[in-house]
């Protein structure tokens, strides 16, 4: 039992298809979506469409609870054009999506083969607003993971693909189909990459994946659609 582990799509229909694509070349056999799904980016509703059409598992994420929480979202951040950009999204979707969105689980385990499981969440077990940093150390792991197991334990938030051992335990962020970061920004905006982050998790193996994607389509489709990180996103992909 293969399965692709996809987070952080933020809108982003070009990159969302491309890692479709190639998680179905790479014949898994089933998609696990860990969360932040429409917001941000220029195609919230057609982003939603294509996970509902396709039946997987989708965690919620902070974005996802700031999409049904309007207040919510200022707990987390007070920057005017990411709130702005926020509730635009909302204000696209309708009564239906929004329901769709209100599907999403905490957490979910799940059978990788064998006695195997994988354990999701969103940015940690404790809180979807958390970050599980690469550099955590193994007693911070301990903190952050807050009691639970799994072979495999997957969650995204930072945008930052990971994969490292913890007693014993694979720890993994896929990193970000939508908006993948290079680096942490701390204090400063990220910068975007120009490709689309997943990961492929087996019983006994974890694969990191990066698919190339093309400028010119992330900002033509940044460029046809009036958001509030229209010019933002223009620039990142120029």
Known sequence: MTTALISDLHGNLVALDAVLADAERAGVDRVVCLGDVATLGPRPREVL???QALGCACIVGNHDAFLLDAELIRSYTETPIVV?????????????????????????????GGDATLFCYHGTPRSHMEDLSPTATADELDVLLDGHTGDVMAGGHTHLQMLR????TLVVNPGSVGMPFREAPIGTPPT???HAEYAIVAANEVR??????????LRDQAASCDFPLRDWLVAQYA
């Open 208 to 217: 990191l994946r990066r698919v190339p994607l093309s400028k010119t389509a």
């Open 49 to 51: 469409a294509r996970l």
């Open 192 to 194: 975007i990459l120009p």
């Open 165 to 168: 051992q913890h007693r014993g």
């Open 84 to 112: 702005d950009a926020v509730d635009w999204c909302r204000a696209q979707l309708s009564a239906g999506e929004l329901d769709f969105v209100r599907t999403f689980v905490p957490e979910l385990t799940l059978p990788l």
